[in-house]
């Protein structure tokens, strides 16, 4: 008997044939899909505890959002602050003004948002990137991971390394307390082996650990430490080649790439390089060959100031994810939004309209996520015995309507709001818009209260008023 049986939907596999299945049924037991076929031929032989009608409803493989930041969900409401001031921000919310509380509220907060947007699996860096993890203790990814174990969804957890030069300031404030003290670059690679071996394949498999290192770019301030910074990058990497880890980083750029491949050696089938702008052919060639996956994101700032050369890269047979960057200053975690936003971008600087088809950006959210995680044998696709990671889009709605080329309205229409179910592992975590065994006022209300906690700890209250130049101009 399985315990799930969802009816009568159109069911978009993304399996290796790309099939599309008209009025299908999905039995799941488990955390697993157990059968995938016409509905009488799954009904006779699955009967299910839970039924679920799907009638215009598109079932899919749950999103998979390669890159975001945790943290940033308490703090994407100073957004409109300038001039670096919103990065100043982060630097010291998440290294002097942040308790376990903060870092709980934010990864619950971010999970239900994920949850009602249909992403069922989602990359968190632990912090701002390559400059402000926090990873000068285990208990803040603690206070993280707990909540994704809690609240049922997937996630990669990146917990990483800062920028040199070291040591770095960071101050513990727990019980209201400030303690100071000087981080490192031992400590925090200690900290992610600690963290990797305490979480990793943690909650029945669905929380992994990944670990970043900055990235490197030549003329950089760094260039008289290249030494001591290269030492530090063999050393991460074997952290992550010796526990079979992700080894990620964020922010490539206009020759960071090839830096990365002939001074540090970081390329390969475990390495996920985010943004990866304005790469060269040479670049270009260099990640197919290695294996390297890509995370594009194409709502973020880096893809104003340069364009991640996505079309080229699937041309040289490389593998791109599709990323948030959420969910601040400026974004969420709506995957919807950012396959729109990824076809029109690629689109404009090419003038072409055929560019990236919907198919591809369907892939992009799903599947090629997936692979980008070395994931694709558990999730991505809908296909038995892999988990049950699925959502139903619902097709009946004025946006979505009239009923015929599904797959384009799902790439091209559809938005967060539309899905109707989210499943991880088996797990129905919200079903016709309604969460299950979820308080989603304790979260919100809990996400607002730190948040605002972190302003008065941090003193950023100047960052919640409106810039001088918000109206009536064309530039801020």
Not at 3 to 12: G, K, M, P, S, W
Not at 309 to 319: C, K, Y
Not at 447 to 456: F, G, N, S, Y
Not at 462 to 472: A, H, K, N, Q, Y
Request: charged residues 25%.
């Amino acid at each position: 008997m399985a315990d799930i049986r969802i009816d009568n939907a159109l069911v978009v596999t993304m399996d290796g044939d790309r099939r599309v299945l008209e009025g299908a049924s999905v039995a799941i037991s488990g955390t697993r899909i157990a059968a995938i076929g016409p509905r009488a031929e799954i009904a006779r032989d699955h009967p299910a505890e839970t039924v679920i009608d799907a009638s215009r409803k598109a079932l899919m493989p749950g999103f998979v959002d390669v890159h975001a930041h945790a943290g940033h969900g308490l703090i994407k409401t100073l957004g409109l602050a300038g001039d670096g001031e919103w990065e100043r921000a982060c630097h010291t919310a998440y290294t002097v003004a942040s308790d376990t509380a903060f870092w709980a509220a934010e990864s619950a907060l971010s999970a239900l948002e994920r949850i009602r947007c249909g992403t069922t699996t989602g990359v968190s860096y632990l912090g701002g990137g390559d400059d402000v993890m926090r990873t000068d203790e285990t208990i803040y990814a603690d206070a993280h991971c707990r909540e994704i174990e809690r609240l049922g969804t997937r996630s990669v957890v990146a917990v990483g390394i800062n920028r040199p030069p070291f040591p770095k300031t960071y101050a513990n404030i727990e019980a209201g307390s400030y303690r100071e003290r000087a981080v490192s670059f031992d400590t925090q690679l200690s900290v992610c082996e600690a963290v990797a071996k305490a979480w990793d394949g943690a909650a029945g498999g669905r929380v992994k650990i990944a670990v970043s290192f900055p990235v490197h770019h030549r003329g950089s301030e760094q260039d008289p430490m290249l030494d001591s910074v290269r030492d530090q990058a063999a050393a991460t990497r074997d952290l992550t080649r010796r526990l079979g880890l992700i080894f990620t980083q964020d922010g490539h750029r206009q020759g960071s790439i090839r830096l990365a491949h002939e001074v540090f050696g970081l390329l390969g089938p475990d390495a996920l390089m985010s943004h990866s702008v304005d790469l060269d052919g040479e670049e270009i060639r260099l990640v197919a060959e290695t294996g390297t996956k890509i995370a594009h994101n194409p709502s973020a700032n880096r893809s104003i100031t340069g364009r991640c050369p996505v079309p080229e890269l699937i041309d040289a047979g490389a593998v791109v994810g599709l990323g948030s960057d959420g969910t601040a200053p400026d974004r969420g975690y709506d995957m919807f939004r950012h396959m729109f936003q990824a076809m029109h971008y690629h689109r404009r600087h090419f003038r072409d309209p055929a560019v990236l088809p919907p198919g591809k950006m369907l892939e992009m959210a799903t599947i090629d996520g997936a692979t980008a995680l070395g994931m694709q044998d558990q999730i991505g696709s809908v296909e038995v015995g892999k988990q049950a990671d699925l959502i139903l889009v619902d097709l009946f709605k004025p946006h979505m309507v009239p009923m015929t080329m599904p797959l384009y309205r799902l790439a091209c229409f559809a938005n967060g709001a539309d899905v109707d179910t989210t499943i991880v592992a088996g797990r129905i975590l919200m079903r016709e818009r309604r969460l299950v065994g979820i308080d989603e006022a304790g979260v919100l209300e809990a996400a607002d209260r730190q948040a605002a906690l972190m302003v008065e700890r941090a003193g950023l209250k100047d960052l919640e008023r409106l810039p001088d130049r918000f109206w009536g101009v064309a530039r801020g």
